[in-house]
Protein backbone atom coordinates (compact mmCIF):
# COMPACT_ATOMS: atom_id res chain seq x y z
CA UNK A 1 0.00 0.00 0.00
CA UNK A 2 1.67 3.75 -1.08
CA UNK A 3 2.18 5.19 2.21
CA UNK A 4 1.03 8.69 0.72
CA UNK A 5 -1.80 7.32 -1.25
CA UNK A 6 -3.17 5.91 2.04
CA UNK A 7 -3.33 9.05 4.19
CA UNK A 8 -6.33 10.98 4.12
CA UNK A 9 -6.36 14.71 2.62
CA UNK A 10 -7.62 16.86 5.51
CA UNK A 11 -10.40 19.71 4.58
CA UNK A 12 -9.42 22.83 6.26
CA UNK A 13 -11.78 25.10 7.82
CA UNK A 14 -13.08 27.94 4.86
CA UNK A 15 -12.89 25.13 1.98
CA UNK A 16 -15.70 23.66 0.07
CA UNK A 17 -15.13 20.33 -2.15
CA UNK A 18 -16.95 19.37 -4.97
CA UNK A 19 -16.50 15.68 -6.62
CA UNK A 20 -18.26 14.81 -9.96
CA UNK A 21 -17.33 11.73 -11.68
CA UNK A 22 -12.80 11.52 -11.55
CA UNK A 23 -13.50 15.90 -11.54
CA UNK A 24 -12.45 17.61 -8.19
CA UNK A 25 -13.23 21.14 -7.71
CA UNK A 26 -11.69 22.68 -4.30
CA UNK A 27 -12.68 26.69 -3.44
CA UNK A 28 -11.23 28.39 -0.38
CA UNK A 29 -10.23 31.91 0.42
CA UNK A 30 -7.52 31.98 -1.98
CA UNK A 31 -9.43 31.20 -4.88
CA UNK A 32 -10.49 28.10 -6.90
CA UNK A 33 -8.59 25.25 -8.73
CA UNK A 34 -10.21 22.07 -10.23
CA UNK A 35 -8.67 18.94 -12.14
CA UNK A 36 -9.62 15.91 -13.68
CA UNK A 37 -8.03 12.77 -12.03
CA UNK A 38 -7.75 9.34 -13.20
CA UNK A 39 -10.92 7.15 -13.57
CA UNK A 40 -9.37 4.25 -12.21
CA UNK A 41 -8.54 5.62 -8.74
CA UNK A 42 -11.26 5.87 -6.71
CA UNK A 43 -12.00 9.24 -4.74
CA UNK A 44 -14.38 10.16 -1.54
CA UNK A 45 -15.02 12.67 0.38
CA UNK A 46 -15.70 11.75 3.71
CA UNK A 47 -16.78 13.97 6.67
CA UNK A 48 -13.48 16.39 6.47
CA UNK A 49 -11.26 14.85 4.41
CA UNK A 50 -10.87 12.67 1.25
CA UNK A 51 -9.81 9.44 0.87
CA UNK A 52 -7.74 8.20 -2.42
CA UNK A 53 -8.27 4.89 -2.74
CA UNK A 54 -6.99 2.28 -5.71
CA UNK A 55 -8.34 -1.06 -7.51
CA UNK A 56 -5.69 -3.26 -7.93
CA UNK A 57 -1.76 -3.34 -6.95
CA UNK A 58 -0.77 -2.86 -10.80
CA UNK A 59 2.41 -0.56 -11.26
CA UNK A 60 0.08 1.76 -13.46
CA UNK A 61 -2.50 1.55 -10.49
CA UNK A 62 0.04 2.29 -7.84
CA UNK A 63 1.85 5.11 -9.59
CA UNK A 64 -1.56 7.14 -9.72
CA UNK A 65 -2.53 6.21 -6.03
CA UNK A 66 0.04 8.54 -4.50
CA UNK A 67 0.68 11.15 -7.62
CA UNK A 68 -3.16 11.79 -7.51
CA UNK A 69 -3.34 12.32 -3.40
CA UNK A 70 -0.19 14.46 -3.48
CA UNK A 71 -2.02 16.70 -6.26
CA UNK A 72 -5.26 16.50 -4.69
CA UNK A 73 -3.24 17.96 -1.31
CA UNK A 74 -1.67 20.60 -3.16
CA UNK A 75 -4.57 22.15 -4.54
CA UNK A 76 -6.40 21.77 -0.92
CA UNK A 77 -3.23 23.83 0.91
CA UNK A 78 -3.47 25.82 -1.82
CA UNK A 79 -6.43 27.43 -1.36
CA UNK A 80 -5.68 28.17 1.58
CA UNK A 81 -2.65 28.86 2.46
CA UNK A 82 -0.86 29.26 -1.27
CA UNK A 83 2.24 28.50 -1.89
CA UNK A 84 5.79 30.96 -2.04
CA UNK A 85 9.23 30.68 -4.08
CA UNK A 86 11.67 33.08 -2.90
CA UNK A 87 14.96 33.91 -4.97
CA UNK A 88 18.02 35.77 -4.68
CA UNK A 89 20.21 37.42 -6.98
CA UNK A 90 24.02 37.88 -6.39
CA UNK A 91 26.09 40.14 -8.38
CA UNK A 92 27.40 43.57 -8.82
CA UNK A 93 24.49 45.14 -10.85
CA UNK A 94 22.10 42.59 -10.38
CA UNK A 95 18.86 44.22 -10.00
CA UNK A 96 14.79 43.45 -10.25
CA UNK A 97 11.97 45.64 -10.08
CA UNK A 98 8.37 45.71 -10.67
CA UNK A 99 6.68 47.54 -14.29
CA UNK A 100 3.10 47.33 -13.66
CA UNK A 101 2.64 43.55 -13.04
CA UNK A 102 5.89 42.60 -15.59
CA UNK A 103 9.02 42.07 -13.43
CA UNK A 104 12.16 43.77 -15.14
CA UNK A 105 15.41 41.93 -14.51
CA UNK A 106 18.77 43.28 -15.48
CA UNK A 107 21.28 40.25 -15.06
CA UNK A 108 24.63 41.46 -17.32
CA UNK A 109 22.65 41.27 -20.57
CA UNK A 110 23.35 44.23 -22.77
CA UNK A 111 19.36 44.93 -21.95
CA UNK A 112 16.96 44.33 -19.74
CA UNK A 113 15.00 40.59 -19.34
CA UNK A 114 11.08 41.30 -18.83
CA UNK A 115 9.13 38.60 -17.50
CA UNK A 116 5.53 38.09 -17.59
CA UNK A 117 3.67 36.54 -15.05
CA UNK A 118 1.00 33.55 -15.55
CA UNK A 119 -2.42 33.67 -14.87
CA UNK A 120 -2.64 33.23 -11.03
CA UNK A 121 0.87 34.50 -10.05
CA UNK A 122 2.11 37.49 -8.21
CA UNK A 123 5.37 38.41 -8.47
CA UNK A 124 6.80 40.56 -5.83
CA UNK A 125 10.42 42.76 -5.04
CA UNK A 126 11.93 43.33 -2.11
CA UNK A 127 14.94 45.50 -2.38
CA UNK A 128 15.89 44.96 -5.53
CA UNK A 129 17.89 41.91 -4.86
CA UNK A 130 15.09 39.86 -3.19
CA UNK A 131 11.63 38.12 -5.88
CA UNK A 132 8.73 36.52 -4.62
CA UNK A 133 6.29 34.43 -7.09
CA UNK A 134 3.26 33.71 -4.72
CA UNK A 135 0.24 31.87 -5.75
CA UNK A 136 -2.19 29.24 -5.50
CA UNK A 137 -1.53 26.46 -7.75
CA UNK A 138 1.47 24.82 -6.70
CA UNK A 139 3.28 23.63 -10.48
CA UNK A 140 2.82 27.34 -11.68
CA UNK A 141 4.75 28.99 -8.85
CA UNK A 142 7.32 26.28 -9.52
CA UNK A 143 7.61 27.12 -13.03
CA UNK A 144 7.12 30.49 -13.22
CA UNK A 145 10.35 30.74 -10.44
CA UNK A 146 12.39 28.02 -12.54
CA UNK A 147 12.00 30.15 -15.21
CA UNK A 148 13.13 33.70 -13.59
CA UNK A 149 16.18 31.58 -12.55
CA UNK A 150 16.89 29.87 -15.86
CA UNK A 151 17.56 34.05 -17.27
CA UNK A 152 20.97 33.64 -15.47
CA UNK A 153 21.87 30.64 -13.48
CA UNK A 154 24.49 30.64 -10.66
CA UNK A 155 27.90 30.59 -12.03
CA UNK A 156 30.15 28.18 -9.53
CA UNK A 157 33.59 30.58 -9.46
CA UNK A 158 32.30 34.00 -8.43
CA UNK A 159 28.84 32.77 -6.96
CA UNK A 160 26.65 35.70 -9.64
CA UNK A 161 23.33 34.90 -10.98
CA UNK A 162 20.15 34.01 -9.49
CA UNK A 163 19.77 31.08 -6.95
CA UNK A 164 16.64 30.19 -4.34
CA UNK A 165 16.46 31.38 -1.42
CA UNK A 166 18.68 28.73 0.76
CA UNK A 167 20.25 27.16 -2.33
CA UNK A 168 23.78 26.48 -1.67
CA UNK A 169 25.95 26.55 -4.26
CA UNK A 170 29.48 24.75 -4.76
CA UNK A 171 31.94 27.17 -5.08
CA UNK A 172 35.05 25.99 -7.49
CA UNK A 173 38.77 27.64 -6.74
CA UNK A 174 39.48 29.77 -10.00
CA UNK A 175 42.40 28.55 -12.00
CA UNK A 176 45.87 28.62 -10.51
CA UNK A 177 49.02 29.88 -12.64
CA UNK A 178 51.06 27.10 -12.62
CA UNK A 179 53.75 25.49 -14.64
Given at each position: ???????PVPIPAGVQCALKD????????????????????????????????????????????????????????????????????????????????????????????IVTPRDGITI????????????????????????????????????????????????????????
Amino acid sequence: MSRIGKLPVPIPAGVQCALKDSHLKVTGPKGALEASFAPAITIKIVDDAIDVSRPTDKIEHRALHGLTRALINNMVVGVSEGYRKTLRIEGTGYRASIQGKNLNVQVGYSHPVIVTPRDGITIEVEGNQTIHVSGIDKQRVGQTAAEIRKLRPVEPYKGKGIRYQGEYVLRKESKSGGA
